[in-house]
């Protein structure tokens, strides 16, 4: 267990309450950035260059910036504390949270100590994947070949979402 | 504990904070924005749970769930300016109809 992702945890975790309580809308959306950026930190920590990137570039460059430009076109303020008006259901809420969490925790727990040694290993250790050239190559490679019409699907699936937003912007409902 | 139980843990983490975001909050950017919060904990596990098991289909899987969640915050952005426009505010108490 290395400092550095312990302490990228420990920075997500904190983001991660501060979203949930905070009142103004900018403030969770800057949470939010800083989870991600904390994220992509601990996925270049763990060897994932490829992932590390893509995560900073989609993520915390594209859905970030449409996040803060709609909160800034719609000129959301401070709301009301949702938190205040029902104090019964906040705290409800926050025990089912509390006992989803016990609840994956436990199960990841018992998992890692029970059935980690009969967990079947895939081809590409640490050493097949530098000798193949790096993380990225290998990625890459699965999603050009292996992968190729999920890609394609992909693709599609994100034009199809364009001209839904352009079409759904557009129109005036009467 | 290990790096991968700690990851692990933390994605669990993040996964609830999103699940209470969705479930308690009023707002519907931060009902979006706890989505994304969701989307990016199930990433973290599937990387992390992939990287452990000399495995690559988890990252392409998360490219994949990247993207789509791209595609869905383009969507619900767009629809959550058409709902301001219709009825003024973003609280999910205001729109109670339908049809506009």
Redesign the interface.
């Known amino acids: ?2 400092l550095p ?2 302490i990228l ?1 420990l920075i ?2 904190i983001l ?2 501060t ?2 309580f905070a009142k103004s ?1 900018i403030t ?2 800057l949470c ?1 950035l800083g ?2 950026i904390m ?1 992509a930190g ?2 270049g920590l ?3 260059h ?2 590390a990137t ?2 900073l570039v ?2 915390a460059g ?2 970030m910036v ?2 803060i430009f ?2 800034m ?2 000129n ?1 303020s401070n ?1 009301e504390n ?2 205040k008006q029902k104090p019964k ?2 705290i409800f ?2 025990a ?3 006992s ?2 016990a609840f ?2 436990n199960s ?2 018992t998992h ?1 100590q029970n059935h980690s040694s009969d ?8 050493q097949v994947v530098s000798d193949l050239g790096g993380n990225s190559k ?2 890459s490679h ?2 050009f070949s ?2 190729y019409v ?1 890609f394609e699907v ?1 693709s599609l ?2 034009l ?3 001209v ?3 079409v ?2 557009k ?4 | 504990m290990t790096n991968e139980i700690l990851i692990q843990l933390l994605a669990a983490f993040l996964f609830t904070t999103g699940m209470l975001i969705v479930l308690l909050r009023r707002d519907t950017i931060m009902i979006l924005m706890g989505i994304e919060l969701l989307l990016n904990a199930a990433n973290l596990s599937l990387v992390a749970f992939s990287k452990t098991g000399h495995m690559i289909e988890g990252q392409v899987q998360v490219f994949f769930i990247i993207t789509i969640a791209a595609a869905e915050s383009a969507i619900g952005l767009s629809i959550l300016v058409n709902l301001y426009r219709n009825f003024g505010s973003i609280k999910t108490q205001t729109a109670t109809t339908l049809k506009g």
């Not at chain 1, 129109?171 to 009467?174: A, E, H, L, N, S």
């Open positions: 267990m290395s992702i312990i945890c997500s975790a991660a309450v979203m949930l809308p969770s959306a939010l989870v991600l994220t601990v996925y763990i060897g994932e490829m992932i893509i995560q989609v993520y594209a859905i449409l996040f709609s909160i076109l719609l959301l709301s949702d938190f259901i906040f809420g926050l089912i949270g509390l989803v969490f994956i925790a990841i727990l890692f967990r079947q290993l895939g081809i590409f250790t640490p290998v990625l699965a999603l292996q992968f999920s992909i699936a994100l199809v979402a364009v839904g937003a352009v759904l912007a129109r005036k409902i009467d």
